[in-house]
């Protein structure tokens, strides 16, 4: 006769086991299913520059902040070598004083009119006390200097001490710059980390080509330059290409934009300020129609700068990662100004 046994059921630590492995089976297919998509080396290439003009800006406000507070440091250090020597003009001042009231107490605290009486010869008396009001004319004056120099002084110690908060907020800006530099180039390293090493290595190789032959690839046409001086520094800037884009550095091997545009003008004889927020308001402003080699040009809100050097192209350092090159005014970005030196 056939068997009926009811089949063995599986065991509760089975089943629970069993539902825990297909739930996360299903999660983890839902997470693939919703996961975003790893990007491409077009897309992280993108991504990458826009960090690097984001950092690029920083620097350049972190350079202006660093100006600001080396000029600071000196009008400081001025305004406390004046209050020294105030001090000391002030210390003279006092001994002078305590010098003439000594003199007077010597003289002696009787009253005029009972030591003319007391007096064995009234005209020497008469002399002396002539003398005597000559001194305490004297004293007046003194003590109106003393007066003077130590009000001289209060105001002088205040701007040391406005001064001084300047600076206190200027290093706080500095540190905050600072940081958002390397915020912003930790997060491009980051997206660069996304790629594997040959995609990266076609990438720094291509970006390095495109540096060494941008110079042999643009027709930079035959425009004369606007004077001596534009065409001087445009000189002086191209004898930099290829060098490497570094935040920060004014040359003469490595340089960021402004630090180029700084350096160049300075090999033609002319200083200009640090960085792009001051460079703008040097020389006179021009028209885009206007531009002639050597001119500065400004893009992305002044926080890039380079030399126009002819045919639409400027010559530049532009961001982490690139190196001195030519480059075409239509790829750099979003143009605002030029000035003329």
């Known amino acids: ?53 984001e950092a690029e800006e920083a620097t350049e406000q972190h350079s202006l902040a660093k100006e600001k507070q080396e000029k600071l440091q000196k009008q400081i250090g001025a305004i406390q070598d004046k209050v020294a020597r105030g001090q000391q003009e002030l210390n003279t001042l006092r001994s002078g004083l305590g010098s003439l009231a000594a003199a007077q ?21 008469l002399d002396q006390a002539s003398a005597l009001d000559q001194l305490t004319g004297k004293q007046a004056e003194s003590l109106a200097k003393v007066q003077e120099k130590q009000r001289a002084l209060a105001q002088e110690r205040k701007e040391a001490q406005d001064k001084l908060s300047d600076l206190a907020d200027v290093r706080k800006t500095l540190a905050e710059k600072k940081q958002k530099q ?37 027709d930079l046409g035959n425009e004369a330059p606007a004077s001596a001086l534009g065409a001087a520094a445009l000189q002086a800037a191209s004898t930099r290409e290829g060098l490497p884009y570094v935040r920060s550095a004014t040359g003469p091997g490595s340089f960021d934009c402004s630090g180029l545009t700084q350096w160049a003008y300075a090999q033609a004889g002319a200083n200009i300020t640090r960085t792009t927020y001051t460079q703008i308001n040097q020389g006179t402003q021009i028209a885009r129609s206007q531009l002639k080699p050597g001119d500065l040009v400004f893009f992305n809100n002044t926080s890039h700068v380079g030399l126009y050097a002819g045919n ?25 100004t030029a000035v003329r030196i």
């Not at 660069?192 to 060494?212: G, I």
């Not at 982490?320 to 605002?336: L, N």
């Open 105 to 125: 107490y010597r003289s002696g605290g009787i009253d005029p009119s009972v030591q003319l009486f007391l007096a064995s010869d009234p005209d020497s008396f």
């Open 1 to 53: 006769m056939a068997s009926h046994r009811r089949p063995k059921q599986p065991s509760r630590t089975r089943v629970t086991v069993l539902t825990a492995t297909a739930a996360a089976a299903v999660a983890l297919t839902s997470q693939a299913a919703h996961a975003d998509p790893k990007p491409t080396k077009s897309e992280v290439k993108t991504k990458v520059d826009k960090l690097y003009h």
């Open 182 to 218: 390397q915020t912003k180039l930790a997060e491009a390293q980051k997206l660069l980390n996304t790629l594997t090493a040959a995609e990266r290595t076609k990438m720094r190789e291509s970006e390095q080509r495109a540096s060494r032959s941008a110079g042999e690839r643009v």
């Open 312 to 336: 639409n192209t400027v010559l530049h350092a532009p961001y982490p990662g690139a190196y001195v090159r030519y480059e075409s005014m239509s790829t750099i970005g979003s143009y605002q």
